[in-house]
């Protein structure tokens, strides 16, 4: 089974900056794409960037240039760095990760639980 830890959200001023971490543990055999997603209530859940195993990255329109996607391979880790936050940034923000966590190599998407990110004056 693989374990999706999130952290870093907070409450931020308009024009602020926040960084998120995902963090994957337990029997990984394989581990590849991996990115954030973003829901409010009641909204549907909205990719905001991916990243590959190589570190080829894909942003949502919304985001691109404030927003930058890495990962860090050795320790299975995804961040987001957001910068220029707006109001229209306030959501949950989800993270999630292709893996296999068994030698049949089946490929899931696995989920973390979620970090609040508000952006308030």
């Known amino acids: 089974q693989v374990r999706l830890v999130e952290s870093g959200g907070g409450l931020v001023q308009p024009g602020g900056t926040l960084r998120l971490s995902c963090a994957a543990s337990?029997?990984?055999?394989?581990?590849?794409?991996m990115g954030w997603y973003r829901q409010a209530p009641g909204n549907q859940r909205d990719l905001v960037a991916e990243i590959d195993s190589s570190g080829t990255t894909n942003y949502a329109d919304s985001v691109k240039g404030r927003f930058t996607i890495s990962r860090d391979n050795a320790k299975n880790t995804v961040y987001l760095e957001m910068n220029s936050l707006e109001y229209e940034d306030t959501d949950v923000y989800y993270c999630?990760?292709?893996?296999?966590?068994?030698?049949?190599?089946?490929?899931?998407?696995?989920w973390g639980q979620g970090t609040q990110v508000t952006v308030s004056s």
């Open positions: 999630y990760a292709a893996a296999s966590a068994d030698r049949a190599m089946r490929i899931r998407t696995y």
């Open positions: 337990g029997t990984i055999f394989h581990l590849g794409d």
